[in-house]
Each structure stands twice: as C-alpha cells, then as structure tokens.
C-alpha cells in the first residue's frame, strides 16, 4: 500500500474515533467506555483481565481501575480529557509527520475507548532499539547526549550499540535512585566522558523528595516526603551546547523541559521525550515544546510491551534534523 494510501486510512479511522467522542457527552462517553471494558472482560482470560487491571492499578499515573472500590479513576479521566481536550488532541494527530506516528495515536485513543489491546503489537517498534530510530535520528562523534532517568544504563548500552561506542563528545546521566546509582557508576567511571548526576531534572534547582513505590523504574519526585533528593534545571547543570535529550522521568518530564528551555531555544537538540506518564502529556508536551521552540517536526513510536500500552516516545526533530 502507498504511503498516500497508509495516510488515508489512518486519517479516516481517526474522524471514526472522532465521532465516536463528539456525539457523546461526557457522561455518556464515561458508560460507553465502561460497556467496553465490561465486554473486553468477557472476551479475554481471567489472568490477562487481572494483570492488565493489576498493572494501571500498581502503577497509578492514569487514575485506578477497581470497580469492586468503585475507584474507576482511569476511565473517568479518559473521558475527560477526550471531551476536554480534544481539540488539542486532533492537533497533535495533524502535527505527526508520518503515518506510523498517526498510527500509534490510533492505537492509544483506542485503547481508551475500547479497552483494545489487539493493535499493540502492530505499531510496536521492532526495527531500532528503544528511542533511537534510526530512520529519524542519527548520531554522530559530536553529540553532547543527556539521559535523564538513566536508571542503571540500558539506554547509555542502547545508544552505544546503536551508534557506536566512541560516537559522542560527551553522555549526562542523571539519575535519583541510589541503587541505580551505584551501578551506573561500576558500569560506567572507567569510560571517558561518560558524567553520572545523582540529582533530578526540573525546572529550577532546589530540593523535592522520593515516592517510593517499592521500585527501582518508577519512583517519581513529589513536594513533600521523607527522602529529599537534589533537583536542578539543565539551564543552570549543563553549560555546553546540549545536541540530544532523552527523558524518561516518571511524569517530571514537563519540568525538565521547562528547565531546559534555553538549551531548546538556543540548540535545538533532538528530542526523545516519554510522554505516557499522564495522559495530558499526550498532547500537552508537544504543545509546550511548540511554546519555547516553533518549527519541531513531531514522531511518535511505540517501544513498550506488546500487552500494555505504555512508553510510547514522542520525538522532536528541529528542521534542520527532520527527515
């Protein structure tokens, strides 16, 4: 199928969802998305109906789903944001550069309409690793790259293996957890140029504090706490020129791009930004970046499980970078 083809398919499965939402208020798009789930229940296995209710409900950054509580959070807030921010929504679609990226929007919307999860594994990405496509991004011995949310370094060990081991001027790795610090620092002090920040990425330097979820890839930074954890804004951390940003901060992201809104505006780096933490920063994020730097060509690609959808990656290429 042409591309053109591909185009005319997705933007007609969009004006699809598009109604389903627009001839519905809130209320009535709220019971339409429970009759889904309810049905989704009956048509799938008890153990994936309890480990997909268990997942949204360990890992609470889109509301709960527990009807036995009556805490059906999740669904509420989708229908919220669907009829609220529609409009945003449709300009996020009409922004994406290809029909893959449209695609992936697809498939979310669709998952919160209908609770489906068969179309996850047609827009997974099985070409390039994690958030280095690379038919959008390439790297060269000049990249100044900074990962926040490095955990323990599988995206330093993606980025090498992907580019090269020596194709980069310098890597920031910022990272809040201490275990993760502590292996990061074993895998990574005897390689040049590779620079560990046991602090937080935010929109300005100060002091916030851990919520610990009994994880070691999904603690976030919250205003009051018992374990205080250093935060800084990359505006004031990082004088060099910034080429590359990836984040991957449990919901912070907003924040940091805040914080590292002169290096936007003056470099222009590429951007590899998760934006499925909250669900507003499914459009919002694209909005903000649009706010400090116009003219970002946008993507959007799916590298999550093939049972969730999660860790979908908006990329953000200046002009001068887009493909």
């Not at 529609?86 to 697809?106: A, G, P, Q």
């Not at 851990?210 to 999904?218: F, K, M, Y």
């Not at 933490?277 to 919002?284: A, Q, R, V």
Request: some cysteine.
């Amino acid at each position: 199928m042409e591309t053109n083809q591909r185009q005319l398919v997705v933007d007609r499965i969009f004006e699809d969802i598009k109604k389903i939402v627009q001839q519905r208020n809130k209320s009535q798009l709220v019971a339409f998305i429970i009759a889904n789930f309810k049905q989704w229940v009956k048509d799938t296995p008890d153990e994936v109906v309890l480990s997909t209710v268990n997942f949204h409900n360990q890992y609470q950054f889109w509301g709960k789903l527990d009807f036995e509580s009556g805490d059906i959070s999740l669904i509420h807030q989708r229908a919220a944001i669907l009829k609220g921010a529609w409009k945003n929504i449709e300009k996020f679609y009409y922004r994406l550069e290809d029909y893959r990226s449209k695609y992936v929007l697809l498939m979310i919307l669709n998952n919160w309409l209908n609770f489906s999860y068969k179309n996850i594994s047609m827009v997974k990405e099985n070409c390039f690793l994690s958030y280095f496509d690379m038919d959008l991004i390439m790297c060269d011995e000049n990249e100044v790259f900074v990962d926040l949310g490095a955990w323990q370094g599988d995206t330093i060990d993606e980025y090498r293996y992907t580019y090269g081991e020596n194709c980069y001027k310098k890597i920031y790795c910022y990272e809040i957890e201490e275990n993760n610090i502590e292996k990061l620092h074993e895998r990574f002090d005897s390689i040049p140029n590779i620079v560990i920040r046991p602090v937080g990425a935010s929109r300005k330097n100060g002091i916030m504090y851990l919520s610990d979820n009994g994880t070691t890839d999904a603690q976030s930074l919250v205003n009051f706490g018992k374990k205080e954890v250093e935060t800084v804004a990359l505006d004031q951390d990082i004088t060099e020129k910034i080429t590359f940003i990836k984040t991957d901060i449990e919901g912070a992201e907003q924040d940091a791009i805040r914080g590292a809104q002169e290096h936007i505006r003056n470099d222009r780096p590429k951007l590899a930004i998760s934006i499925y933490h909250s669900n507003k920063d499914l459009f919002s994020i694209f909005e903000l970046i649009e706010q400090i730097q116009p003219g970002y060509h946008f993507y959007l690609r799916y590298n999550g499980l093939q049972c969730f959808p999660t860790d979908y990656i908006l990329i953000g290429l200046p002009p001068e970078e887009s493909k």
